[in-house]
């Protein structure tokens, strides 16, 4: 079987960082300089470039070109008000694998956040996220079936899973509970996330409600304590007081 091309050109760069012909932290040459050099389109050039950021050797830095990432497993910083856009725009590259996609009985606390009945059939989702080919996450996902209907398998596993399952299902998704603490991870998430027993998981509750109020997905995000970092943007409220107007 004839290897593809860009996978010869992924391999050559990939031996270079290694041998340090291009040392961490320093920017790769310029596309049109590779292409020159490699007798490759764009198209190709970039499929290899990809794969090299998947596999947590090369970053993407918009307007300025590719650099070496300083070292493989770096902390990655994730953004709570705008992972979606993260994704879409490439800042956060996502290799997300379904590792369940079931119905199950709500338990009496999922039932009490999503706003139905205790033994209720929800549709439960549980997702493995890599970046840079080291596991970054594990998400559990749990949508009353009136809400889930039409999230097919490729949506239900793809990184643009909200965006998509707006589309799908003529949501419009407005506001988001959030919960943040800390916890030991189980046996079974230690394995899936390569886990040293002394890490703990940065975990996140997120309940999504819709236009008219009412929550339609109450999501448990297991973050690898060690190697991300979460982060977000709040719009603070405006209070009229003696001394003005002030945030709080």
Known sequence: MTTP???????E??????SAVYAR???LPSEGRLREEFGVSLITLRR???ELALDGLVESRQGIGHFVRESAGSPVTVGLSNFTSQVASGRLRLVRTLMVNEITPATTEIAAR???QAGSLLRRLVRLDMEGGLPMSVDEVFIPPTHAQGITT??????????????EAGLELVRTYYEIWVETATEAERAL?????DIPLLTTGELIHDAGGHPVAWIINRYRADRCRLSGTVMLARTKTQGGIVGE
């Open 5 to 11: 091309l860009y996978r010869t050109i992924q391999a």
């Open 13 to 18: 760069l990939r031996a270079r960082i290694e």
């Open 25 to 27: 932290g320093t920017a």
């Open 48 to 50: 290899a470039l990809h």
């Open 114 to 116: 999503l706003d139905v």
């Open 154 to 167: 490729a949506i239900a596993a793809s990184p643009l899973f909200m965006h998509l399952w707006q589309q």
């Open 193 to 197: 996330l390569q886990l040293d027993a």
